[in-house]
């Protein structure tokens, strides 16, 4: 997953996309500098695959952020009706990307929950 967000980062770098529906980033900062929050946090999510399950929520965290940033303006672009498309874009990164990082930051390595990480995680035994 880290590696893929560094890719998408770079990708934003080396061939800038129409940004049609990000205006309210781009109003903030250069696209390519919102493609530096894609590498990072590409660089933190695969760090924290190394680390052990629980302590690794740091990496679902980084990883969650760029496209939820993003649903977030595609979402705003639609619903001030200066990019309708947006809404179609927003629920796509809600769900093909937040969702599926959402839903995997559950599942323990190995699908099995110790006794240790349900005590952690506040799951009765």
């Not at 619903?79 to 629920?91: A, D, H, K, Q, W």
Request: with cysteine.
């Amino acid at each position: 997953m880290g590696i893929g967000k560094v890719c998408w980062g770079l990708g934003f770098i080396v061939q800038p996309p129409n940004t049609a529906g990000l205006e309210l980033l781009t109003g903030l900062a250069p696209l390519h500098c919102w493609a530096a929050v894609w590498i990072l946090a590409g660089v933190v999510t695969f760090g924290s695959a190394w680390v052990r399950f629980v302590q690794d929520r740091f990496g679902f965290l980084a990883a969650s952020v760029p496209p939820a940033l993003w649903a977030f303006v595609y979402g705003w672009a639609a619903v001030t009706g200066s990019y309708p498309r947006g809404v179609f874009i927003f629920l796509w990164y809600i769900t093909s990307h937040c969702g599926v990082i959402w839903c995997a930051s559950r599942v323990p390595p190995g699908g099995r929950v110790t006794p240790n990480e349900r005590a952690v995680e506040g799951r009765p035994g």
